[in-house]
Each structure stands twice: as C-alpha cells, then as structure tokens.
C-alpha cells in the first residue's frame, strides 16, 4: 500500500475529500443558483472596479426580474490523477438557454485527506471571450465528506462558500458571501456514473 507523506493511503476511500468528490459528487447534478446584492452602499464603495460593478448589477437585476436561473454540473471523477485524485468539473448557468456563466474547473485532492487547490477557468455572459479569465482558490472539505468550505475570487471580490450534502447523498445546497453579496445554489444529483 503506498503511503503519502501525511501518512495516509493513496486508496483511502473515506478521506473527507475523496468521498466529497469522487463518491458523493461524480455524476450530473442539476437545480437552481440565485444572486443578489445584500448591500448596495457596500457594493458602492467597495474596489471591485467599474465592470464587476456594472456585472454584478445586471447579474442582480436579470435575477429579479426573470427568476432563478438554471444550474447544471458534470463532475467526473479521476481517482487516479495527481497525489490524491482530481475531479473535473464543467458547471453552466443559464436561463431561457442563454449561457450566463460557464465554469471549468479541476479539484486537485490534497493528500492530507480534506484539503482541495481548484484550478478555474471561468465565463460571464453570453459571448465567449468576452469576460473570461483563469485563477486558483482553495477548499476544505469537512464532515466526513457531507460538507465544504471554499474561499473563491469571484466579481473582484473574496467569497466564502459553505456546501452541504443531504443526508441522501443526492442533493447539495450551498450559500455563497461576500461583503455585499449572497448567491445560493440547490442542486439535486441527476445521474451518477455507471
């Protein structure tokens, strides 16, 4: 049996980040994501800079006028990859099949069993191109796998997201905060692999 360096097996399937990813969230989940400003003189004065401004307003607006958007995911699950495993994730947000927000992302499993360093390459809008840009954040997954914690660079600014896997194992719901925002995600998992 190889060993990482932190002492764990490479095979150890009940690692809190192994089970979050590769057993409970491989499959197609699908469900809603919901955006809204909580504070609009925070968002003011915040220095996200003229365009996340102007994004965030519209992202804020479109939401209210139109309702929730649509949220599908695809995560695949690659045990074998890198130290610990990887799954890649391909999430899309849309609404009346306009693409919102196009997300690629891949979890590189730390091998201290809990820990997560998630390479992005991300979308906003409609038009591919236009609003895109690549970075890297982190996550801590917690609870034997039923739940994470990511600190992610979204619209210029730093946001703190808690997921909860439901006791079932099928449905995920997550509250995405920042300053002067709130984002929800309910997502119920569609098809799992074979």
């Given amino acids: 049996m190889t060993m990482e360096p932190e002492g764990i097996p490479r095979n150890r399937t009940d690692a809190p980040n192994r089970v979050y990813y590769l057993d409970i969230g491989a499959g197609t ?31 804020h607006v479109i939401g209210r006028l139109v309702g929730a958007p649509r949220q599908h995911s695809t995560i695949v699950a690659k045990p074998d ?17 306009v693409m919102l927000y196009l997300l690629d992302e891949q979890y590189v499993l730390e091998s201290n069993g809990t820990g997560v360093v998630v390479r992005a390459k991300e979308r906003l ?11 890297t954040y982190t996550a801590e997954i917690r609870d034997e796998g039923m739940a994470a914690t990511y600190r992610m660079p979204l619209l210029g600014a730093m946001w703190t997201a808690d997921y909860r896997v439901a006791p079932d194992r099928r449905s995920l719901a997550a ?11 309910d997502t119920r998992l569609i098809s799992a692999p074979a």
């Fill in 81 to 97: 990859e890198g130290a610990f495993g990887q799954a890649d994730n391909v999430l899309k947000i849309s609404k009346f099949g």
């Fill in 175 to 185: 509250e995405l905060l920042c300053d002067w925002g709130r984002a929800t995600e």
């Fill in 125 to 135: 809008g409609p038009v591919p191109g236009l609003f895109t840009r690549t970075f």
């Fill in 29 to 59: 989940w699908q469900g809603t994501a919901t955006f809204r400003v909580t504070s609009w003189a925070r968002l003011r004065h915040s220095d996200i800079g003229l365009t996340n401004k102007l994004l965030v307003t519209a992202m």
